[in-house]
């Protein structure tokens, strides 16, 4: 009997461990200030004199949680009835997906993409995104000017923020960063070399650095390289090649203005360091951005962030970073820098989609915009160059009359099994550095990609 | 009540939490595995369109897939032989030898067994190192210059380099294993053999080999299931699948379908394809390494 009673009472402590378990599927947040909000008690009326509780999830970037908080801390005291409950982690998809799978969508997330985990794309695809045309209408929020008035020109006209090439926007831009290619000003400068604006000026470079045990060319990882082909894409056959190859338009690759893309970097490779594409691995890649500290490659694709990621890193003496956009074809052709931007959206289930709607116009706010930007994030906002300082100004003033800025991604899709337009286009220089890969294959292959997304496309 | 019943349902009672969790945590997923593979899905949606066995076909044809399949079982074969080798012997010459200092060498052997994935990624990625890592600056030491190699770059013997880090991870905890299986061994046989006049050799193939035989046999079985799932961490933590696919396995590949991709239906389908290759095969290799088993 005795034994029946231990047994009785295991059972009861299993019980209470798996009622405990159970039970704890309420996300960790990390909270600006205790919130004492509960999903629960969450109500759709979003009527002003309601207090509302938002669910805010944003990725943890190189920018920081304070930044967030300080945006927080700001909007609920312009707002005065609005509690925010803000979930962010450097491995947020780890974090929110299984709550999405269940059903509990955040009101507002920040999540770019692009990412490993492609949880924004997914949404995409899946028309999971709530349409954000009413808020570009809106006035931000505390001011006098509607969205659209405010952000920069182009923003919201690429199929970073409109997927569906409908003109309809399911995705507002953030923190926006010109990308080019990076190098040692001072380099340069000691050997007497112009930063190249054409292609042919480019590789003349490559042959005289070689001269000096120099390589013209290295890359992160071959990611890297969407930003640098999407630039080499405008600059080939201008918007129109741009926006045929986003859409997966028959024989892009096969065209002239196409083919002559993928025929300069195969002709890159014969200038690229050798060491490039055994470092091009995610445990590996600061190596390679370590080439350039060093003197022993010039150029590298890369974004403003690079200026922070190597703050610490050694480098040689009179060390200066330098950002030039990607050289012209021609003589005299217009140049092009692409603008790296993230994304934030509302989720069509979120709700409080309103809500999450007006926070995000708070974002685009000259208090939230100086917020960001202490912490060196750049909103995409009209004056936004004038709130910088020196340094900040100098990267963001690439533009000009002859330099303009590239934007867009690839139109989103219906999900294609085994076909992936990234692995085709980007990871595939490997391959091609190595002289696995010929041009001709790579076109074959290209093709045959967009033969499969073409029909997908939403 | 009998006694007889009684401690039935007392059995009963005994086994039924473990029941519920064997079948909530591992029949339950491993059913769904098998029915989200035949759906077209993106994963977090609630649109899931049936499309039945769709997703098998497209695999047959998809040059990645068979690719990483390859890299798979490449990693499968050389991980177990090669570790075989080399933890049998060291096994064999830890206890039958008397080696300075055993236990010593038996922890330094063991030790990469207890370290995370993600140093032994870190450690590989300083020894094949193109400039400064300790191969090629050995190669270069020796006047092997020819012999340098960069060992994460080259994508013929990419995946040797990838062989190389899980071999190594892998020798100490199966040596230790045979290692006990020998211990067991009574001293007398080999006394005896040797009067016989037997050598080392034929010592072991005569006696030790036979007498660990089925302790072997179970390693087979770990070796498949830990490569196939250590090869995942590891080229997720080192290469990334990279250069180009050259280091993709098949989990690495399921994953970056299943999300990368936006494709959680096919990713499903090839972890079905996963999950029976892995039973297959180990119910095959457990067959044919069948053999009496040796009594002492």
Not at chain 1, 23 to 43: A, M, Q, W
Not at chain 1, 231 to 253: I, Q
Not at chain 1, 256 to 261: L, T
Request: aromatic content about 12%; hydrophobic content about 45%.
């Amino acid at each position: 009997m005795k034994m029946k009673h231990v047994f009785l009472a295991m059972m009861l402590m299993l019980l209470v461990v798996l009622a405990a378990c159970g039970g704890g599927d309420t996300e960790e947040t990390d909270t600006g200030e205790d919130t004492t909000g509960n999903d629960t008690e969450e109500t759709t009326d979003d009527s002003p004199s309601e207090p509302q509780t938002l669910h805010v999830a944003a990725l943890e970037s190189a920018y920081g949680v304070d930044v967030w908080e300080k945006i927080i801390a700001a909007y609920e005291e312009a707002h005065g009835n609005v509690t925010i409950d803000l979930t962010i982690e450097r491995n947020i998809e780890e974090v929110m997906r299984p709550n999405m799978q269940a059903g509990e969508y955040p009101d507002v997330f920040l999540l770019a993409t692009d990412r490993e985990e492609a949880l924004t794309e997914t949404m995409i695809k899946e028309n999971a995104l709530a349409s954000l045309e009413d808020m570009l209408t809106m006035n931000v929020f505390g001011e006098q000017v509607t969205v659209e008035d405010k952000l920069l020109d182009g923003f919201t006209d690429t199929l970073a923020t409109n997927p569906y090439a409908d003109g309809e926007t399911y995705l507002a831009p953030m923190f926006y960063s010109p990308t080019g290619l990076f190098y040692n000003a001072n380099l340069l400068e000691e050997y007497g070399w112009d930063a190249p604006t054409t292609w042919d000026e480019m590789f003349e470079l490559g042959e005289k650095a070689l001269a000096e045990d120099i390589y013209l060319f290295t890359y992160p990882v071959a990611g890297y390289f969407d930003t640098l082909l999407r630039s080499m894409l405008y600059a080939s056959g201008d918007v129109d090649l741009f926006n045929a190859a986003m859409t997966y338009e028959e024989g892009v690759w096969e065209s002239a203005e196409g083919r002559r893309v993928l025929e300069t970097i195969e002709k890159l490779a014969d200038y690229t360091h050798p060491d490039t594409v055994a470092n091009a691995n995610p445990n590996d890649f600061v190596r390679n951005q370590q080439l350039v500290l060093d003197n022993e490659a010039i150029f590298m694709p890369n974004g403003t962030w690079v200026v922070g990621e190597m703050a610490e890193a050694p480098r040689v003496d009179g060390f200066e970073w330098g950002m030039m956009p990607v050289p012209a074809f021609e003589e005299g052709g217009t140049r092009y820098a692409f603008t790296f931007f993230e994304q934030v959206w509302v989720p069509s289930q979120a709700e409080n989609v309103e809500g999450g709607k007006e926070f995000i116009s708070f974002l685009y706010s000259d208090q939230a915009a100086e917020i960001f930007l202490e912490a060196g994030a750049a909103q995409p906002i009209e004056g936004i160059v004038n709130m910088m300082d020196d340094e900040q100004a100098f990267f963001y003033s690439i533009y000009s009359n002859d330099v303009l800025p590239a934007m867009g991604t690839f139109a989103s899709t219906t999900p294609v099994p085994g076909v992936s337009i990234g692995d085709e286009l980007y990871v595939k220089i490997d391959s091609v550095m190595s002289g696995r890969v010929t041009v001709d294959e790579w076109v074959n292959s290209l093709e045959q990609a967009n033969d499969s997304l073409r029909p997908a496309m939403n | 009540m009998s006694r007889k019943r009684s401690r039935n349902i007392f059995i009963a009672t005994c086994i039924t939490p473990a029941i519920m969790l064997f079948a909530l945590f591992m029949v339950v997923p491993t059913f769904e595995v098998f029915r989200m593979s035949l759906y077209n899905w993106g994963g977090l949606s609630g649109n899931k369109t049936f499309i039945g066995f769709n997703n098998f076909k497209v695999l047959w044809n998809d040059m990645r897939f068979i690719q990483s399949f390859q890299n798979s079982v490449l990693l499968i074969v050389l991980v177990a032989v090669l570790t075989i080798v080399v933890a049998i012997f060291f096994a064999s010459v830890l206890t039958k030898e008397k080696v300075f200092a055993t236990n010593f060498f038996r922890i330094v052997f063991y030790i990469p067994n207890i370290l995370s994935v993600v140093i032994i990624a870190g450690i590989f990625s300083a020894v094949y190192n193109p400039r400064t890592g300790l191969l090629n600056s050995i190669l270069g030491l020796l006047n092997l210059e020819q012999l340098q190699r960069q060992w994460l770059g080259n994508q013929d013997i990419v995946i040797y380099s990838l062989a190389g880090a899980l071999v190594w991870q892998a020798i100490g905890y199966y040596m230790v294993m045979y290692m006990s299986g020998m211990a067991s061994i009574p001293e007398s046989y080999y006394e005896a053999a040797s009067l016989e006049g037997a050598g080392k050799f034929k010592q072991f193939s005569a006696i030790t080999l036979p007498l660990i035989w089925n302790n072997l046999r179970t390693t087979l079985t770990f070796y498949i299931i830990s490569t196939i799932n250590l090869s995942f961490l590891l080229v997720t933590a080192m290469t990334g699948g990279g250069p180009d696919g050259s280091t993709e396995v098949f989990l690495s590949y399921m994953y970056s379908q299943a999300y990368s991709n936006s494709t959680y239906g096919y990713g499903m389908a090839i972890g079905v394809v996963v999950f029976t290759f892995s039973f297959v095969l180990a119910a095959v290799v457990s067959r044919i390494t069948k053999r009496e088993v040796l009594e002492f």
